[in-house]
Each structure stands twice: as C-alpha cells, then as structure tokens.
C-alpha cells in the first residue's frame, strides 16, 4: 500500500515476501496483550467465604467434603493429576479421578461421581482451596445443580484445607510412583489403593476402624 501510494509502484505482496525473505527482513508482529485475556478470564471467576473455617470435627457423615487436586510423578518425569474428594467426618475418599491433563473435565467428573454414588446429602458442604479449577464458572455451576454449598480457604492458607493435603501425604508417603510405567497402571495402582485406604486402612482416631466402618458406626449413632 505504500509503494503504490507514495511511488506508484503496484508489487504483490508474495514479491514483497520473498524479497524479505532474501534479505532477512523480519518484522516484529503486534502480539495480543496475554495480560488482558488473563484478566478477563479472572474476572468470570469467583472465590467464596471459607464457610469451613478449620471445623474438622465433624461428625456426620456427607455432610461436609474437602477437595483438591495433587501432581504424581511417575515413569521417570511424567505428570498426572489426582482430583480427590474427602469425607472430612469419616475421613472416606468419596470420589477421585485421575488425569494425564488439567482439564476441567476431570475435577467435573469427580464432583459427578459424588451424584452417582449418592454422597450428597441436604445441605452438603464442599471446600475447596481458590484455586482456578474450583473458582471456575463451569465448576459453580455444577456446584449449584448438585446443590452443594460451596466454600474456600483462604488464599495462601493450606492448613484450611489440612484434611485432603493429609491424604495426599500419605498417598505419596505410600506408594512409590517412580516404579509406575505406564498411565495405566498408574491408574489400576490408584485404584487399589483406595480400595484399601476406605476398607482395609485402620486408624487410631476413627476409635481403630477404617474409614468405612467408621461412616457405618456414625450412621449408626445418627439413626
């Protein structure tokens, strides 16, 4: 446009391409702002009061649940990620999924499988810390159709949270993922582990029960 307005001169522009090409020409391109599109998709999201507030006294089973996702490397550097969803009364694993990725799809489904194994209750609490998963306007969404009450730790605040981080300590304390080849039998050695964690897994604090027999016991004292 240049040429052919202020010299008259009509060039095409694959011409033009090739002559900057030849040259080594490069011109630097206007890039979209990142900050602008990072500060838009923050604004649709939304934290909430840590309704919580530390009370892991709870002694009603399904009534409140901790969230949260962990990284577990295995197969020399490879990532996963774990999304887990604690009783925090009977300290249960009530649903998990595990990813190779961190889409949303993944903390969704484990909120759906809350639903599909009849978890929630009226009223259930679910606390989360703020991370962009659980401030996610697709996760609120699904917060609200299952009619969970959603509530937040304060940010920089892991101790709010204690209860799943408990968990994922001793996940890694116990399992030496680094032995783990392939996804798949990262994904069979999680779900073993569950299995044992809800069923076989005693503690001291449950009065020497595992998990499940201790949400049983509570059932039994609320009835």
């Not at 391109?29 to 009370?55: C, G, S, V």
Request: glycine share 2%.
């Amino acid at each position: 446009m240049h040429l052919k307005s202020d010299y008259e001169i009509a060039m095409n522009h694959k011409k033009i391409k090739r002559i900057m090409k030849k040259y080594g020409l490069i011109t630097k391109i206007r890039q979209r702002n990142p900050y602008k599109a990072i500060m838009k998709k923050t604004n649709e999201h939304r934290t909430f009061q840590n309704i919580l507030n530390r009370d892991f006294k709870q002694v009603t089973p399904r009534k409140t649940l901790c969230t949260d996702i962990t990284y577990l490397y295995y197969a020399k550097g490879r990532k996963a990620y774990l999304s887990a969803v604690k009783d925090i009364a009977t300290r249960e694993i009530v649903s998990y999924k595990l990813s190779n990725n961190l889409s949303m799809k993944f903390v969704l489904d484990s909120i759906n499988n809350l639903d599909n194994k009849g978890v929630i209750k009226n009223k259930t609490l679910i606390h989360s810390d703020q991370g962009t998963h659980y401030t996610n306007p697709e996760y609120i969404t699904k917060v609200k159709e299952l009619n969970l009450i959603q509530s937040m730790s304060r940010k920089g605040n892991c101790i709010d949270n204690a209860p799943i981080e408990s968990f994922f300590g001793h996940l890694k304390d116990d399992v030496n993922f680094k032995k783990i080849m392939t996804f798949e039998e990262l994904n069979d050695t999680i779900k073993s582990y569950m299995e044992d964690y809800n069923n076989k897994r005693y503690q001291w604090e449950l009065k020497k029960m595992t998990p499940a027999q201790y949400r049983n016991h509570l059932l039994s004292l609320n009835t």
